[in-house]
């Protein structure tokens, strides 16, 4: 695994309505490659990364939705791929 640094801004670190590994899931996001306006990622391989079930994973994406901080749509052509947009 790479070593690398994920920055989290202050918006969502101090927001107490997210669960803490929420907050990193949204640090993970937004170091991935940012393409045609927005991030790609496959929720599965962050289950497998932060050792949770999908499940999991669907609720702290729904979280940070629910904040304001993301929205995402299902990618058409990789059904297990999100295009996820930051909104602030």
């Known amino acids: 695994m790479d070593n690398y640094y994920i920055l989290i801004p202050s918006n ?7 669960c803490p590994n929420a907050k ?3 640090g993970e996001i ?6 045609e306006g927005c991030f790609k990622i496959t929720p599965e391989i962050y289950a497998l990364l932060f050792n949770v079930n999908l499940f999991t994973i669907r609720k702290w994406l729904k979280s940070l939705k629910k904040e304001g901080l993301i929205k ?5 052509s990789k059904t297990s791929e999100l295009k996820i947009y930051l909104t602030e």
């Open 30 to 35: 937004t170091s991935n490659d940012y393409l």
């Open 24 to 26: 990193l899931l949204y």
């Open 72 to 76: 995402y749509v299902i990618n058409k």
């Open 12 to 18: 969502v670190r101090y927001n107490d309505r997210i």
